[in-house]
């Protein structure tokens, strides 16, 4: 089945700074979702973007799908931005959602 | 109100208990999904549903059973719970795929089985 792998596995920043999430997949994909699971376990959408390029406040998303990947930028970091960031990639409808291991990231004031 | 609940959140059984996990939704959504997620790691897909009559096994269905009671209701069911059942349990519904992917989780189940 296919693979999903996201780098770094952690990454601790200060607050403020930028970061930049990988998600590298070995197939080609028609659904791809980035998710947010705060401290409390909880899990946020934050983009479907199975390709292009999309925006929102401080974070943004890249997904080239011809080359396999997808970024996640994180501007101005807060430290309510810390949590397990996971990419999940979709094949055919969109009955089976692979998840990566996830980026946990830390944000410290 | 949030469009997918799950109850309960938190629970702790002893092996061999039989356990069901409901989730309901309001978003309208035909699509719903059961997966699992052990400590470190991502989400498996354990059951999905793409309507009332349609049940389908995913990733690690072994060990376990679903009944879609309704277009908003999706329970997941431990037959006989062991050890390493424990995890936190996650119901997801999206709409039809010409509408949209994305997928909506709801706040997850903490479930420890001693």
């Known amino acids: ?109 | 109100d949030a469009d997918v609940t799950q109850t309960p959140r938190n629970r702790i059984t002893k092996t061999g208990k039989r356990i069901m996990l409901e989730c309901s939704q309001t978003k309208g959504h035909d699509r719903m999904y059961w997966y699992r997620q052990d400590p470190g790691l991502g989400l498996q897909l354990i059951y999905y549903s793409f309507d009332v009559k349609d049940i389908n096994k995913g990733e690690i269905s072994d060990g376990y059973s679903v009944s879609r009671q309704a277009q908003a209701k999706f329970s997941l069911s431990l037959e006989s719970a062991i050890p390493n059942q424990t995890a936190l349990y996650f119901c997801a519904t999206s709409d039809s795929p010409i509408i949209s992917d994305t997928q909506y989780f709801g706040p997850g189940t903490r479930l420890t089985v001693l």
């Open chain 1, 1 to 109: 089945g296919i693979q999903v792998e996201q780098s770094p596995p952690d990454l601790i920043l200060q607050e403020g700074a930028n970061s930049t999430l990988r998600c590298n997949f070995s197939d080609s994909v028609n659904n791809l979702q980035w998710f947010h699971q705060n401290p409390w376990g909880q899990l946020i959408n934050l983009f479907y973007i199975p390709s292009g390029t999309k925006q929102n406040g401080r974070l943004s998303a890249t997904t080239v799908a011809t080359e396999r990947y997808s970024l996640l930028y994180i501007s101005s970091s807060q430290t309510t931005d810390s949590g397990v960031y996971f990419c999940a990639v979709g094949q055919g409808g969109s009955e089976k959602l692979v998840f990566g291991k996830g980026t946990k990231l830390t944000v410290n004031p």
